[in-house]
């Protein structure tokens, strides 16, 4: 577990608050992109988050776009295509900013997924992960596309860990 950290906040330092980021991993489904950024909204203006990250090789820009949420820093990560890359490509952007914390959030249909690659990732390098889920209505498209991701997930997750 990471140790707390001094945190500016506006011109005061606060001792023991631990800086934080919110990581948002992309889905290629516009309406989904929305409820994930929407719901970032909303986690950024609950806790003092220091840096919001987008990351997604088509999905990052798009999403950082349709932020409304509150004065934060904006970080797009544009080269990452699968859970693993989002959280490999985004943990430098995290340790170069000396970011303690992260809330990660994604769809129920990712959250597993995401829970054991950032859980792993960051957690490696002393970074503490929370989730948060973003309620997203499923359609019978959506359900198709999130079962072949994680089928083509697995296949990943086995093939890097036999290795």
Known sequence: ?????????????????????????????????ERLVHEAERVASAVDARVVVFSGASEAEPMR????????????????????????????????????????????????RARWIFGRIYGARGIAVRFRLARVVPTPGAIAWELGASTIARRQVRAHRDR
């Open 65 to 112: 776009d349709l932020w409304q949420g509150p004065d934060v820093e904006l970080v797009v990560e544009g080269s990452a295509t699968t859970t693993a890359e989002n959280a490999a490509h985004t943990l430098p952007l995290l340790l170069e900013r000396n970011l303690c914390e992260a809330i990660v959030v994604c769809t129920p249909a990712h959250f597993i």
């Open 1 to 33: 577990m990471p140790t707390s950290r001094n945190h500016t906040v506006g011109r005061r330092t606060l001792p023991g608050v631990t800086p934080l980021a919110i990581v948002v991993p992309g889905s290629s489904l516009s309406r989904i992109r």
